[in-house]
């Protein structure tokens, strides 16, 4: 089935033949996956939408995702994690790269089973992946990909960024603030892939509350190494060193007039709550 405005669309422009008996639009609430859904809803086989509310997510992230299943009459199906977030980092620290895969099966893939076990006959999701999203992505995203569970749709995977902005339009999808001010979808801060300088821009964005969110869960943490720290795998381990000695209340109060010496590699002058943005 050809899309609209598929003039104007650089990539593929008809739809995977779907050969699962249920299919599922996820919608995390970004551009990329908003086009996703109005594509297997309103032109493929999907019946229903479903937001994974991981529990890490900003409030706002969620609320778009209701106006735009409204926006088109949509059924939508909201699942919330069973995990506890909080819960979990307090007991063994926030993630890193290396343990992205746990934080998706904890916050994202058992929600899926739960979906599933309740579906008829075999299961399709339709996602809003595509190659040119990132060097890690394009090598790996076909339309099909067949799990062991269900089966995976990336009906605009060779899509490029200006094809989104372009259906977007002609679909007349709303668009979320949170597109634009982060640059991304806000349904998951569990922080394995993040970098320290999301907090800055969660806050230039007007979400400070829940950067706050993020530090104040710091203080929770005391595992005694870099897992202390929200986003930890984005820093170096003298940033790391930094981070850790910032939030040791103790320090400052204790040594404040202590200076490193001439060859530590801290920063005598960096006495600031500020983030390198390079980190």
Not at 124 to 145: C, F, H, K, Q
Not at 176 to 193: H, K, M, Q, V, Y
Request: proline share 5%; net charge negative.
């Amino acid at each position: 089935m050809t899309l609209p405005a598929s003039d104007k669309i650089s990539g593929t422009t008809t739809i995977p033949n779907s050969e699962t008996k249920t299919d599922y639009a996820l919608v995390s609430g970004g551009r990329a996956s908003s086009v996703a859904a109005h594509i297997a809803i309103e032109h493929g086989p999907a019946k229903v939408a479903v937001h994974i509310d991981t529990g890490t997510g900003l409030d706002a992230n969620r609320e778009y995702v209701e106006k735009l299943a409204d926006t088109f009459g949509w059924t939508l199906i909201t699942i919330r994690t069973r995990e506890d977030y909080e819960d979990t980092v307090s007991e063994y620290g926030f993630p890193g790269p290396g343990q992205h895969s746990k934080m998706y099966n904890l916050l994202k893939r058992r929600p899926l089973e739960r979906l599933k076990a309740i579906s008829e006959g075999t299961v399709g999701l339709w996602t809003g992946v595509y190659r040119a999203e990132s060097d890690r992505r394009m090598g790996y995203v076909d339309p099909i990909v067949d799990g062991d569970r269900w089966t995976w749709y990336a009906p605009m995977y060779d899509w490029v960024p200006e094809d989104f902005e372009t259906y977007v339009d002609a679909a007349g999808i709303p668009e979320s603030d949170i597109w634009t001010e982060l640059g991304r979808s806000g349904d998951c801060f569990c922080g394995a892939f993040a970098t320290r300088e999301e907090l800055v821009d969660l806050e230039a964005a007007g979400y400070g509350d829940h950067a706050d969110w993020l530090r104040n869960l710091e203080t929770s943490v005391e595992t005694g190494d870099q897992t202390e720290i929200w986003a930890w795998g984005s820093l170096s381990e003298v940033e790391q060193r930094g981070e850790r000695h910032r939030r040791d209340v103790d320090q400052p109060t204790l040594c404040s007039g202590c200076l490193p010496p001439d060859d530590s590699d801290e920063d005598p002058s960096d006495d600031s709550d500020e983030v390198d943005p390079d980190a």
